[in-house]
């Protein structure tokens, strides 16, 4: 069960790096040969360099706070609440990982606000 | 551990029988008091008769494929992919259990295409 506490932790340092701004630290979660994929904009992003400059050159003053995460041996997902100023967002993120408990993988959804797109108010509250 | 297989097998017939439109078994995979949570419309349904009849009443030809499933002991959640007609989509779904191995809660996020928002393209390959 090393992996799974492992990766859930590496996960965990991720997320806490990319908000202190700590580069290099970042950089240690990530395989060198990591990567990144986002389906919604079909874009994807190799290697550890890249990546670190990818999050190093995210314009706006954004910050990430776990939800909730769910973890298993190889496998995590996060869940983040992002704010960048007045804006709010979620980011749905699954990681897998390499033996030495780096993340070798990463594919993120960022999912946004739309309207109920059928009628179903008569089962259905809004929060 | 049986409580990890368990919500695990559980979420796998959730979309298996929502596939097939068995809404009966459909009903068997959630506890009596489930509380289900759209955050992008922020709708909630509240119980498993509303929540059958949500299913039910979705329109359209619907297929649902599941991609991934990570789980833990009392936390599943499911990357799936659904098609309805030409039309595809993906829905990410966060599970919790109850003491039988029934969905207690769900919440479920639907990523939809977007074009990347500022200037990248030195870092990333599209696919």
Do not use: C
């Amino acid at each position: 069960m090393t992996t799974t506490t492992d990766l859930r932790k590496t996960v965990e340092t991720f997320w806490a790096t990319a908000e202190a701004r700590d580069w290099a630290a970042l950089g240690e979660t990530l395989a060198e040969n990591i990567v990144y994929e986002l389906p919604q904009t079909r874009e994807r992003i190799r290697g550890r360099e890249r990546n670190v400059r990818f999050m190093r050159e995210y314009p706006g003053d954004w910050h990430a706070r776990i939800e909730r995460i769910v973890a298993e041996p190889g496998q995590v997902v996060s869940w983040v609440h992002v704010t960048a100023g007045v804006e709010e967002m979620y980011a749905i993120s699954f990681f897998t990982g390499d033996e030495h408990g780096r993340i070798a993988t990463m594919t993120d959804f960022w999912p946004e606000p739309y309207e109920p797109p059928f009628a179903r108010e008569h089962l259905v509250e809004r929060y």
